[in-house]
């Protein structure tokens, strides 16, 4: 079975002009044991691809974290109270109020 990540346009958009005015390659997202509900998302920037990453265009996901969100959505909003990246992830069962910790079924 395919592991498969969607990215919206807004979140394409934002990744491509993150990665040219950062002076970074890479968009790496990450998932880490943590957070209020388990598992927390992370957000950074890469110059190198390791050799368990997949490659989303301009954004690389390692395997593992892969496993825990494929079939999420990768989204960039900017609100009132700021700009920011989500992932909306049906296997998420839980998270908390700030949205970046989250559990799985």
């Not at 997949?54 to 969100?69: H, M, P, R, Y």
Request: charged share 30%.
């Amino acid at each position: 079975m395919e592991k498969k990540l969607e990215f919206t346009d807004s979140a394409k958009n934002q990744i491509e002009k993150i990665t040219k005015s950062e002076e970074k390659k890479y968009f790496r997202i990450a998932v880490q044991g943590g957070g209020c509900s388990g598992f927390k998302y992370n957000f950074s920037f890469d110059d190198k691809i390791e050799k368990d990453d997949i490659l989303f265009n301009k954004a690389v996901i390692d395997k593992q974290s892969l496993n825990i969100i494929a079939g999420s959505t990768v989204d960039f909003k900017k609100e009132m109270i700021g700009e920011s990246f989500s992932i909306n992830n049906p296997k998420a069962s839980a998270s908390c109020g700030c949205g970046l910790s989250f559990s799985v079924k």
